[in-house]
């Protein structure tokens, strides 16, 4: 569904990403772990368009998307949740779902989709004419979230869920990906808190310093020793 080749993505003269080479299949949940700075949130930005690679090629059900404007890439199927949740604060939650659905004219659709969103977040149900920033952290999750399942994307990229989340929060945010993810949207998931990606990932990178160290079945990952050791606490 997605595939990155060999991309190098540069901040002026630093070169971020050094010739990264990853692939994201249909029906999946994909996970990029590793330390701060790493590079994951970048590989986001580039894949959504916000970044454009020095090089390299990244298609999206065989369309080359590398340095295509974000606003064209959301009307091809993906959908960025960013990392700190960045919804709009001085704007109520329900114009925050409304503006997600901003590429769509099928109102019934729309409205559709608002019913499921409120179905996943009763609490959005519960706070729709409240403004965007007087909401807890967790509401905020749960907004970005719902905003970016409003443009109906076939691949999700989502830039550290957890962030900042108490650990029962951050336990629901990770079952609604999960059940996300089972009812047909593909996810790219970026995570500092490996074990919880592990655990709910089909496939797993791990990113070092701008380049991938390991790859593979995120079960067998969670269970080498060299991940363990760097990534999960033992």
Excluded: C, W
């Excluded at 009307?75 to 919804?87: D, F, H, N, W, Y």
């Amino acid at each position: 569904m997605l595939k990155i080749e060999n991309i190098n993505v540069f901040y002026g003269a630093i070169h971020a990403i050094k010739g990264i080479s990853l692939e994201v299949n249909e029906g999946q949940i994909v996970t990029l772990i590793g330390a701060n700075g790493a590079g994951k949130s970048t590989i986001l930005r580039t894949i959504s368009g916000l970044l454009k690679p020095k090089s390299g090629e990244i298609t999206f059900e065989g369309k080359g998307i590398a340095g295509k404007p974000a606003q064209d890439i959301v009307k091809l199927g993906i959908s960025q949740v960013p990392e700190g949740r960045r919804v709009f604060a001085n704007m109520t939650v329900l114009e925050n779902l409304e503006l997600g659905a901003y590429i769509r004219s099928d109102k019934q659709g729309i409205k559709d989709d608002m019913e499921v969103v409120f179905q996943r977040f009763p609490r959005l149900k519960e706070r729709l004419t409240q403004l965007a920033g007087t909401l807890s952290g967790g509401e905020q999750q749960m907004l970005a979230m719902g905003r970016a399942l409003m443009s109906r994307p076939r691949l999700l990229l989502l830039d550290e869920p957890s962030m900042g989340l108490a650990p029962l929060l951050v336990k629901e945010i990770f079952s609604i990906i999960k059940d996300i993810n089972t009812t047909g949207t593909t996810i790219l998931l970026v995570e500092q808190n490996a074990n919880m990606a592990l655990s709910i990932a089909h496939q797993a990178y791990v990113l070092e310093t701008g380049r991938i160290t390991l790859s593979g079945d995120a079960k067998e990952l969670a269970a080498s020793e060299e991940v363990r050791k760097a990534y999960l606490g033992g």
